[in-house]
């Protein structure tokens, strides 16, 4: 087990940084390559531990998997199918998993997945994945801890989402590509991953329209073809490296972002008086003065995103004044408030709102992570902290921040990788 040895910063971060690919839209479109028997190549894809679990789950099912993680290169290619199952082990260590779901259902007209469970954050349930494989003519059963899907054929229909859930929403639209006939996916999620994930399928020949607006159609029922395709960058790293120059008053420069990406974390940056610059380079992120409180609330995109939640608690902490958050999408997203307070923020948590009032200064201790957001979010405190700050159980992090300990360093950040006895 490794923890970061963090020193709080005297100065604030400088430097430039770029930004890795989204690890959010790249464990879809490596499920969206069982699609083809035809060789995918997928571009700009961060070797974190979330993309090798999917790399390897994808050999499980009997593709041919080459990740070259120097060139952040991956090939696959799912010329037979030999087996239609995930494991329990495999949906422990990775929730996505279930996203082959779709695709086995497309490409075999069978599937067999362990069900995810839930996380620290949520129940995290799969039930309108399920009610959208079944309007497209499914049958799925659960027992024994799995949930069977089968589909002599697949047709297309009308799904309506109770919630615009991201994964349903992905899921149902790589189902629905091979199923026959028109789909169309009501209340769908807007995300930017979404939108990768169709450009991804349209670049295999399906035929999608509407990705990124709340109704996707999809003509199902083609043949689809290998593609190449680059990978988004990732929007929460680029969001966390915006908070970390905030909550440092440093001036740090993000390249290869996607600022349409980014509006309501530049829009939130902006009211706690953080000054964000789009130059040729990409982005410049800077603070004028002592951080303004705001009040938040997380909601589906083109909202303020939840994975943001946590960064920008430990910005509030160290706010001047009340800070009111409200996270609206997952059911428990606030269990990094108990290790911000043992660095001394004073925060009250009441269901799905949390008051926080702003500290002069927070001071360092022993943390730690107990999700990959909630872990950037003590990265953050710990670089504004008075003193040493020991963040243990880091593997949560290195799922969602690509070296994210090099890439501090080059900005000035004094952070330390150690091995836990
Ligand atoms: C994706 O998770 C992301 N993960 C999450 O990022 C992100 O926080 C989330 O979308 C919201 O943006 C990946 O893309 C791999 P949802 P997902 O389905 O798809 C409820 C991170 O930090 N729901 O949009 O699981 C659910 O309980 C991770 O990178 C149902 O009720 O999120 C939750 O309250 C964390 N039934 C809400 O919808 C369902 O069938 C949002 O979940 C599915 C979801």
Redesign the pocket.
């Known amino acids: 087990m490794e923890k970061f040895v963090v020193k709080g910063l005297e100065e604030g971060l400088q430097g430039t940084v770029k930004i890795s690919g989204s690890?959010?839209a790249v464990?879809p479109i490596l499920a969206a390559c069982l699609l083809t028997k035809e060789c995918c190549e997928i571009r700009n894809v961060p070797p974190l531990s979330d993309v090798i679990h999917m790399t390897e789950l994808l050999r499980e099912l009997g593709a041919q998997v080459e990740f070259s993680e120097e060139q952040e290169r991956i090939r696959v290619r799912a010329e037979t199918i030999e087996s239609v199952e995930s494991e329990y082990e495999t949906a422990r260590k990775m929730?996505?998993s279930f996203l082959v779901a779709g695709a086995l259902l497309g490409r075999c007209g069978h599937a067999r997945l362990s069900l995810p469970g839930g996380c620290q954050?949520?129940?995290?349930?799969?039930?309108?994945?399920l009610k959208g494989f079944q309007a497209l003519g499914a049958k799925s059963r659960q027992e024994y801890g799995f949930v069977e899907l089968t589909a002599k054929t697949l047709k297309g229909n009308s799904i309506y989402l109770d919630?615009p859930?991201?994964?349903?929403t992905e899921n149902i639209m790589l189902a629905a590509v091979l199923a026959k006939g028109c789909t169309v996916i009501e209340n769908a999620?807007e995300?930017p991953?979404i939108c990768d994930l169709a450009d991804f399928l349209r670049e295999m020949g399906a035929d999608i329209t509407g990705d990124g607006t709340d109704a996707i159609t999809i003509i199902g029922g083609k043949e689809l073809h290998g593609a190449v395709h680059e990978v988004i960058p990732d929007r929460?790293e680029a969001g966390t490296f915006m908070a970390a120059a905030a909550i440092t008053g440093g001036n740090i420069l993000l390249e290869n972002i996607r600022e349409e990406h980014l509006k309501p974390v530049i829009a939130k940056l902006a009211e706690c008086n953080v000054r964000t610059e789009t130059v040729p380079e990409g982005l410049r992120v800077s603070r004028k003065g002592r951080l303004h409180p705001i009040q938040l609330k997380t909601m589906p995109f083109p909202g303020f995103?939840?994975?943001m939640q946590a960064p920008f608690m430990s910005l509030m902490a160290v706010a001047k004044g009340t800070s009111v958050i409200t996270e609206t999408?997952?059911?428990n997203r606030f269990i990094h408030a108990g290790e911000l307070q043992r660095m001394g923020a004073d925060i009250k948590i009441d269901s799905r709102s949390a008051v926080i009032e702003g500290v002069e200064t927070l001071t360092g201790t022993k943390v730690k992570a107990t999700d990959?957001?909630a872990g950037a979010a003590l990265i953050l405190s710990a670089l504004a902290a008075k003193g040493e700050t020991e963040i243990s159980d880091i593997y949560h992090i290195e799922r969602?921040y690509y070296k994210i300990d090099e890439k501090l360093r080059a900005l000035g950040a004094e952070i330390e990788r150690k091995d836990v006895p």
């Open positions: 690890k959010n464990l929730r996505a954050i949520g129940s995290r349930p799969v039930d309108l994945h919630f859930s991201v994964g349903a999620a995300e991953e929460i995103p939840t994975d999408v997952f059911e990959l957001r969602g």
